[in-house]
C-alpha cells in the first residue's frame, strides 16, 4: 500500500508500506518516540490527531509539523473529484413543510454547533425541530415566532 503524506501543506511525499516497516522507532511513552533515520537520532511527539482528517500534530526535535496522510484509497476519491468527511457547506435552512413557527431558538450573530436546536416548526400538529446541519454564524431569521410557513420558505441563513 503506498501513502501521500504532506507535511504543513506544501511538501508532499510519496510512502510505501516498505518504508514504514524499515523505519527504526521505539516508544518510550505515551504520544512519544524515540527515531533513528540515516543515523541521526529524533525525538518525536504526536501532539494531536483526527483520525477521520487523517491529520496530525507532530513534534519532532521541538518542531512542530501539520501532517495528513492519504492511503490508496483516499487518492483514488481525491481523483475522482470527490472527497471524505468535509464539513457540510449548507447557507440556507428552509422549511422542509409548510407550518407555523412555534419557537426559534437561535439570535442574528450567533455562533451555532452542528446539531444545535434552530427552532420549532409545527406541521400537521406535530412539532418539528430543526437542527443546525453545521458549525456557523446566524446571519439572518427570515420568520418569528407565530409565523405561517409554506414549504421551502427560506427561514435560516448562515454567514
Keep these: 500500500m503506498n501513502f ?12 510505501s508500506s516498505e518504508d514504514i ?24 511527539e ?4 483526527d483520525f477521520n482528517s487523517k491529520s496530525y500534530e507532530v513534534k519532532i526535535n521541538n518542531n512542530s509539523y501539520h501532517i495528513s496522510i492519504l492511503n490508496d484509497l483516499d487518492m483514488l476519491i481525491k481523483d475522482m473529484g470527490f472527497s471524505i468527511g468535509t464539513t457540510k457547506h449548507i447557507d440556507l435552512i428552509k422549511a422542509p413543510m409548510p407550518g407555523l413557527i412555534l ?10 454547533k452542528e446539531n444545535d436546536p434552530l427552532l420549532i ?11 443546525s ?11 418569528k415566532k407565530g409565523d405561517p ?4 420558505a427560506l427561514l435560516i441563513e448562515f454567514e
Design 4 to 15: 501521500k503524506v504532506s507535511v504543513n501543506s506544501n511538501l508532499e511525499l510519496d510512502i
Design 103 to 112: 419557537e426559534i431558538n437561535v439570535t442574528k450573530g450567533q455562533k451555532v
Design 46 to 49: 504526536i501532539i494531536s490527531s
Design 21 to 44: 516497516t524499515k523505519l527504526d522507532v521505539i516508544k518510550i511513552s505515551g504520544h512519544s518516540y524515540h527515531l533513528l533515520h540515516n543515523n541521526k537520532s529524533y525525538q518525536s
Design 133 to 143: 446541519p453545521r458549525e456557523g454564524i446566524i446571519k439572518s431569521i427570515s420568520v
Design 121 to 131: 416548526l409545527e406541521a400537521m400538529k406535530m412539532e418539528n425541530v430543526l437542527i
Design 149 to 152: 410557513v409554506d414549504k421551502n
